[in-house]
Nanobody
Framework: QVQLVESGGGLVQAGGSLRLSCAAS????????MGWYRQAPGNQRELVAR???????NYADSVKGRFTISRDNAKNTVYLQMNSLKPEDTAVYYC???????????WGQGTQVTVSL
């Protein structure tokens, strides 16, 4: 079993920055993809960014150039640096760990990010 614990959400003004962290613990497959998804009220959960265990990344078009995902494999932790935040970035952000071979997905409890005008 894998547990994911997120931190770093909060309230910020438009144009500001936040850094999210997600620490994984438990039995973690070495080949995995960690990522961040978000869900705004009334919307489906969507991919924000993800990073493989070999540090290959991909981003949603809406966050390219503003958000940066990174990971520390020794700490089983993934980060999301969010700059130039916009009100439309407001959502609950969820950490995900996907086992490439097991195809099992684990989710964090979510952390609220609110961007005000």
């Amino acid at each position: 079993q894998v547990q994911l614990v997120e931190s770093g959400g909060g309230l910020v003004q438009a144009g500001g920055s936040l850094r999210l962290s997600c620490a994984a613990s438990g039995t973690i497959a070495s080949v995995n993809v960690m990522g961040w998804y978000r869900q705004a009220p009334g919307n489906q959960r969507e991919l924000v960014a993800r990073i493989t265990s070999t540090h290959t990344t991909n981003y949603a078009d809406s966050v390219k150039g503003r958000f940066t995902i990174s990971r520390d494999n020794a700490k089983n932790t993934v980060y999301l640096q969010m700059n130039s935040l916009k009100p439309e970035d407001t959502a609950v952000y969820y950490c995900n760990l996907h086992g490439v071979f097991s195809r099992v997905d684990y989710w964090g409890q979510g952390t609220q990010v609110t961007v005000s005008l």
